[in-house]
């Protein structure tokens, strides 16, 4: 079955939001749906309510970018882990702090 990602700062009432949530509700009758908030401390519920008893698989995230696309991708079973690492390898063997930082965002993250 199809992965449909549906992405939005807030859910926050307003039109955009309310029409993402109606969206989302219809293409989970035939799509694995994925609701992706992009700050998390934004959330109303009785837009939530919208969605409930569907199958829209809700993501809340906050944070830095390199952090929820990781979540993302685990949410979306899209994420492995070797082949993340095998990728970005020769990150992990930079000294300077900007390599540093990048392990330690994974080790926190995964």
């Known amino acids: 079955m199809m992965n449909i990602a ?6 926050m009432s307003g ?5 993402s949530l109606y969206l989302a509700k219809e293409l989970s009758k035939k799509y694995n749906v ?10 109303e519920q009785k837009l939530l309510n919208i969605i ?3 199958n829209v698989n809700k993501v809340f995230l906050s944070g830095n970018l390199i952090k929820n696309m990781i ?3 685990s949410e979306m079973g899209l994420f492995d882990i070797n082949t993340f690492k095998s990728t970005f390898d020769p990150l992990f063997k930079i000294k300077n702090f900007s390599g540093s ?5 994974l080790v926190l993250n995964i």
Do not use: D, R, S
């Open 34 to 43: 994925y609701l992706i908030v992009l700050k998390k401390h934004m959330i």
């Open 15 to 19: 039109g955009a939001e309310k029409q």
């Open 6 to 11: 549906i992405i939005i700062p807030t859910l």
């Open 52 to 54: 409930e008893n569907t």
């Open 71 to 73: 979540n993302i991708y």
């Open 101 to 105: 930082m990048f392990k330690l965002i």
